[in-house]
């Protein structure tokens, strides 16, 4: 099982970016997926979740016009659109695949990526 981010990087406040979750090794249609992240002295907290079955997504906090998940299951990618970022945004930005539930809760995700930087700056 893999879970490989990428589009994280430096990035002006006020701006976008769309981060991506390519995952190979398991069946992608049988599996949730989320975003995560974790800020510097901060524990790791959710950010968004999709269903791939049907697609519904799953935003805990209240800036989720902030943020988009979608996922394109022919390339069994995720991806998580951030606009309007900032610098509280700054934080390594995780892929986890839960299988047996929908449930966007850390303790229950199966398979986590590496992680990829995203820095917002003013």
């Known amino acids: 099982v893999q879970l490989v981010e990428s589009g994280g990087g430096a990035a002006q406040a006020g701006g976008s970016l769309r981060l991506s979750c390519a995952a190979s090794?398991?069946?992608?249609?049988?599996?949730?997926m989320g975003w995560f992240r974790q800020a510097p002295g901060k524990e790791r907290e959710r950010v968004a979740c999709i269903s791939i079955s049907d697609g519904t997504p799953f935003y805990p906090h209240s800036e989720k016009g902030r943020f988009t998940i979608s996922s394109d299951n022919a390339k069994n990618t995720v991806y998580l659109q951030i606009n309007s970022l900032k610098p509280e945004d700054t934080a390594v930005y995780y892929c986890?695949?839960?299988?047996?539930?929908?449930?966007?809760?850390?303790?229950?995700?199966?398979?986590w990526g590496q992680g990829t930087q995203v820095t917002v700056s003013t």
């Open positions: 090794g398991f069946t992608f249609d049988e599996y949730n």
């Open positions: 986890a695949a839960e299988r047996t539930t929908f449930s966007c809760l850390e303790r229950l995700m199966d398979h």
